[in-house]
């Protein structure tokens, strides 16, 4: 069965000042929260390991320095996979930059270019090309190069050295900068941390910092959430 498509809601919500500064309390944590994602995950030595689950379980057990204290839970795993999204798809529009620049040069040879295209196709790949843990022809034996392999009377007739050198100072001219955000207005949050209920299902209730403490939002309107939403 197909999953039904993702759609935009926009819905006015109404809250007291008390419960307003208590947002914008969230707002602010999951500003500096998202910023540390940033800072750790964007770099070329994270790209071999995007995976949500994988850093999940370096944060849990203590791979990783939990970045705040007050922030944890479910809302910091929402932040992360949020801010994971966006990592992954800068790095997708930086390698589609970078397979312009390899189609440019023309002093590379057409099996050259099917190459180097075939490792910027994969943000993992490209990770571990760049970290230097595939040794000249070992990287020819995966999967991906089957129709490679196929294609060309001498597969392993490239200079490795030359190539990947080509490779990495493309991904790093391609590179964008990190995408800090100083917005603390917006934060992000699912049905574990929110309650509708009261008035016709029209009141939400949002977790607080505070144990048994919640946010009350009161909607224009009413409108089932069952997805992640976010208060802007």
């Given at each position: 069965m197909a999953e039904a498509p993702l759609r935009t809601i926009t819905n006015y919500v109404v809250a007291s000042e008390?419960?307003?500064?208590?947002?914008?309390?969230?707002?602010?944590?999951?500003?500096?929260?998202?910023?540390?994602?940033?800072s750790r995950f964007s770099g070329v030595k994270s790209m071999k390991n995007l995976n949500f689950i994988e850093i999940k379980k370096s944060i849990y057990?203590?791979?990783?320095?939990?970045?705040h204290k007050q922030f944890k839970g479910n809302r910091w795993q929402l932040c992360l996979r949020h801010t994971?999204?966006?990592?992954?798809?800068?790095?997708?529009n930086n390698l589609r930059d970078a397979k312009k620049k390899v189609q440019r040069n023309?002093?590379?040879?057409?099996?050259?270019?099917?190459?180097?295209?075939?490792?910027?196709?994969?943000?993992?790949?490209?990770?571990?090309?760049?970290e230097g843990q595939f040794k000249k022809s070992m990287i020819l034996e995966l999967d991906r190069f089957e129709n490679y392999r196929e294609t060309y009377e001498k597969p392993i007739d490239l200079e490795f050295k030359k190539l990947f050198n080509k490779l990495k100072r493309y991904v790093r001219?391609?590179?964008?900068?990190?995408?800090?955000?100083?917005?603390?207005?917006?934060?992000?949050?699912?049905?574990?941390?929110?309650?509708?209920?009261q008035e016709n299902n029209q009141t939400i209730n949002i977790s607080s910092l505070e144990e048994r403490n919640f946010i009350r939002l009161k909607t224009h309107k009413k409108q089932n959430m069952n997805i992640t939403s976010q208060v802007i």
């Open positions: 008390e419960d307003y500064l208590k947002l914008k309390e969230l707002g602010s944590l999951f500003k500096s929260s998202k910023n540390y994602f940033y057990n203590g791979q990783e320095d939990l970045f994971l999204g966006n990592i992954k798809t800068s790095w997708k023309e002093n590379l040879t057409k099996q050259e270019k099917h190459f180097l295209n075939i490792i910027l196709s994969s943000t993992w790949l490209t990770g571990l090309v760049i001219e391609t590179k964008s900068k990190i995408p800090y955000t100083n917005n603390n207005s917006i934060y992000i949050f699912d049905t574990m941390l929110m309650s509708r209920k």
